[in-house]
């Protein structure tokens, strides 16, 4: 084999913090440069088979392989916490004063999560790299859940655009912005289908159906990945929590789940298998236990199904001490049983923990693992990492500021806020605001300035101070068109409970010809470990819009949240309501977008809003029972009527709020109206392998230009397993002049009929098929095939 060089890059940690004016850049590059060449180490291929970039992944990861020692083996598969925040100082000293560095040095460590101090970032790779015998760079994670600095709308608010294009593009920048940082891998896309909004983790999910939720699941993958790992702005994405951990009971966070073999496959594993397909990097187990087994040692989904049936070719990271926490649940012993029985379902990596660093070798020495079980958990790793091109490549560059927060990423982040926000009630065309007829507009409320709560949860990169709150853009706006703006917060902020400073907001409602009240919940009281039994809005809210509302002005509710909120009664006492799930950076502008018209609201729901928390779960895709109630009819069911009702008759209901929801899935108001024309079925009857064309004409019969969510949902009326009683099977966002008609048009095959049983069979059932199409799930029916054999 010919001799080559491989020369080795360091960023030195002095360049670093000064690298945005231009000049000062072009001299810390020639620094760089020079730097990199003073630290050129020179390997040789015959030394390093595996650094030949012409071999392909797998041949690398063998010859790598073949060199390791058991020790470095198992050190690929621990992921520790990084040390940024933990002291101050020089960047060297700290690293090579850290526990970590002996670790390191030693091929202890195969990954890091948590840090994004570029240069700490590069000191560490530096010691993996060139400290360590056979150099193998670490992989460096974070959490980057909804945008890096850029903060776009929570996933949940990503979920109400319908918009897999965007949400691309989204994820597409957070990559961008992420791996200018040195971050290679994110812990997204979170796709745990959610029922219950309890659960603070519902503002990370894409909601309750795993239609949308695979769509929006392959969306985010393509957006961090891009078209290659090794792209300079590409991250690894992680698809979690591996499955069901979004079923925990009472929504609970990591709480059990007793999940069916048919609800699993049906509902839990469809977004997981759409990200597997569409080559996700990595997956990570949940928290949780199934039908009574951890994930983090659920061989059968993890092993059986995840690599055999699915052929996953990435790596497991297991959740943050979950194989340790094994001990807790109360089915490993001890560290060592918990190690084996990990390593035993397939988890690839550690994360936390170390259970797998204090046992595997010793696992393997004695003999209870096999060497070749431990190979098998390695190579995924080491695939990764070469396809990442950390081998070739393995330092992050300097001079990246200027990526983030760019006008485009604001511009995108602003968009996607815009198309997240949902209008939920707009009577009598109180919405656009006529800028003739409002010369003063009285904004109240305790989130309309909060900078830190719109960005929502899960936001380690997220700076508050970069927020364009809603009240800023209302007053940017409101001066282009004369419009003079009151503020008062009325409270404190949302937990407030005091009523004193209603009076002054009462009075600025009185002079305003128009009144914006902003209300939610803060940002962190949704997300991880934050379920709620209460959702009405906290603090004295609830007052305050009473208050307000008794004025008797014109009154536009804003709500900013991390999830559906009981907010029934609230609506009733206002006349138009826009619903923000945490909509980041750009949610003021976006708000204001909308108030004043410039585009027309385009949200719809990604999840049933219930009208009283005990509903809940309260999902449409449920199946039915034997005694359904009488059929859901919007507009007489959204008033929320608490008064006992025992006349309801023996049917699946409640006798005080009843069954059904304040705002059912795929709902959401438009400034404009649209219309449905007769929708033709390409065929009444259909064998497997064969596609139905659906074909629905859709007209803006209002008078501005706006976008539509035309939906497509089925029933299966006859099954040999309870089946739901509507299915969403396609979706399509479409912008309509006024007056404008097109044609939406829809594929489906016979092949998305089909459904798992108990046994975990995939039927394709003949019989009966109703099909919908409209603008929410309360879509008519418009048609009924036959699946023959
Ligand atoms: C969460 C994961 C997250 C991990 C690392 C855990 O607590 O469940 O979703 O990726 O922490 O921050």
């Known amino acids: 084999m010919p001799v080559h060089k491989v020369a080795r890059t360091y960023v030195e940690s002095l360049v670093l913090p000064c690298a945005n004016s231009s000049l000062l850049g072009f001299a810390l590059l020639m620094g760089f440069l020079a730097i990199n060449f003073s630290l050129a180490e020179e390997t040789t291929l015959e030394q390093r088979p595996w650094l030949d970039k012409s071999a392909s992944p797998d041949e690398r990861v063998s010859s790598l392989l073949s060199q390791m020692t058991l020790e470095e083996k198992v050190g690929q598969l621990n992921q520790s916490n990084g040390i940024s925040g933990q002291a101050t100082g020089n960047t060297k000293n700290l690293v090579a004063d850290s526990a970590l560095y002996q670790l390191i040095s030693k091929g202890q460590i195969g990954s890091i999560l948590n840090e994004v101090d570029r240069a700490i970032v590069n000191e560490l790779q530096r010691v993996a790299v060139q400290e360590s015998r056979l150099g193998i760079p670490l992989i460096f994670g974070r959490d980057v859940i909804h945008g890096f600095r850029t903060i776009f709308p929570i996933p949940l608010g990503q979920a109400a655009t319908w918009n897999p294009e965007l949400v691309t593009a989204a994820c597409r920048t957070a990559a961008r912005e992420a791996r200018s940082k040195g971050i290679q891998w994110t812990f997204a896309p979170m796709v745990d289908i959610s029922r219950d909004p309890r659960w603070g983790r519902i503002a990370e999910s894409f909601g309750e159906d795993p239609y949308l939720a695979s769509a929006l699941s392959i969306a985010s993958v393509e957006g961090y990945q891009g078209d290659d790992l090794s792209n300079s702005d590409s991250l690894a994405a992680c698809v979690k929590h591996f499955a069901g951990y979004g079923a925990a009971e009472g929504g609970r ?276 470990a934050r379920s709620r039994a209460i959702l009405d809005l906290p603090g004295a809210q609830n007052e305050l819009i009473s208050a307000i509302s008794e004025v008797g002005k014109p009154l536009v509710l804003i709500v900013q949240a991390g999830r559906p909120l009981t907010i029934g009664k609230q609506v009733e006492q206002v006349n138009a309501l826009l619903y923000s799930l945490h909509a980041g950076t750009m949610a003021g502008p976006a708000l204001a977008d909308l108030l004043w018209g ?128 509507l299915e969403l099977k396609g979706f399509r966002r479409v912008r309509l002049a006024p007056g404008e008609t097109s044609i939406v048009e829809f594929a489906l095959p016979v092949s998305d009929l089909a459904f798992y049983n108990n046994d975990e069979e995939r039927l394709i059932e003949p019989g009966e098929f109703e099909i919908f199409v409209g603008g929410s799930s309360l879509a008519p029916k418009v048609g009924k095939i036959e699946i023959v054999k």
């Open 598 to 725: 410039v585009e027309s609201p385009s949200g719809k729901t990604p999840v049933t809003f219930p009208k009283s928390v005990g509903q809940v779960p309260l999902y449409y895709n449920h199946v039915n029972s034997g005694r359904p109630p009488r059929p859901y009819e919007y507009e007489k069911d959204k008033t929320v009527d608490d008064s006992i009702n025992v006349e309801l008759g023996y049917n699946s209901n409640y006798i005080d709020v009843g069954p059904y929801p304040q705002f059912p899935f795929g709902f959401g108001l438009s400034y404009t109206a649209f219309s449905y024309g007769e929708v033709e079925l390409s065929a009444a009857k259909l064998r497997d392998g064969e596609t139905l064309a659906v074909r629905a004409p859709v007209t803006n019969s209002g008078e501005v230009a706006a976008d539509e969510i035309v939906q497509l949902y089925i029933r299966d009326l006859v099954g040999s397993l309870t089946r739901p009683v």
């Open 253 to 528: 966070d990591y709480n059990t789940t007793m999940i069916s073999p048919s609800a699993m496959r049906n509902v839990y594993l469809p977004p997981f298998k759409a990200a597997v397909d569409a080559g996700v990097a990595t997956l990570m187990c949940g928290f949780h236990d199934v039908n009574g087994i951890p994930m983090s040692v659920n061989k059968y989904w993890l092993n059986d199904v995840l690599r055999g049936e699915w052929d996953f070719r990435g790596f497991v990271v297991s959740d943050w001490d979950s194989i340790f926490e094994t001990i807790e649940h109360g089915v490993s012993k001890d560290e060592q049983t918990a190690a084996l029985a990990a390593a035993r379902a397939g988890v690839n990596m550690e994360m936390n923990s170390p259970c797998y660093r204090n046992h595997l070798a010793e696992l393997v020495s004695n003999g209870q693992l096999s060497e070749s079980t431990l190979d098998d958990l390695v190579k995924p790793i080491l695939r990764i990492k070469f396809r990442l091109g950390l081998f070739d490549q393995p330092y992050s560059e300097p001079n990246s500021e200027r990526l983030l927060l760019t006008k485009n990423n604001l511009e995108l982040a602003q968009k996607v806020a815009r198309q997240s926000i949902i209008l939920l009630k707009n009577e009598d065309g109180t919405l656009p605001i006529k800028k003739s007829q409002i010369k003063e507009l009285a904004v109240i409320g305790p989130l309309a300035d909060s900078k830190r709560d719109q960005l929502g949860t899960w936001i380690p990169d997220g700076k508050e101070a970069d927020s364009q709150t809603p009240l800023a853009a209302i007053r940017a706006t409101a001066k282009l068109h004369g419009t003079e703006v009151l503020f008062v917060p009325g409270l404190e902020d949302d937990f407030d409970r005091s009523t004193e400073r209603f009076a002054e907001a009462v009075t600025v409602a009185e002079r305003a010809d128009l009144v914006i009240l902003i209300v939610g919940e803060r940002a962190n009281i949704s997300g991880e």
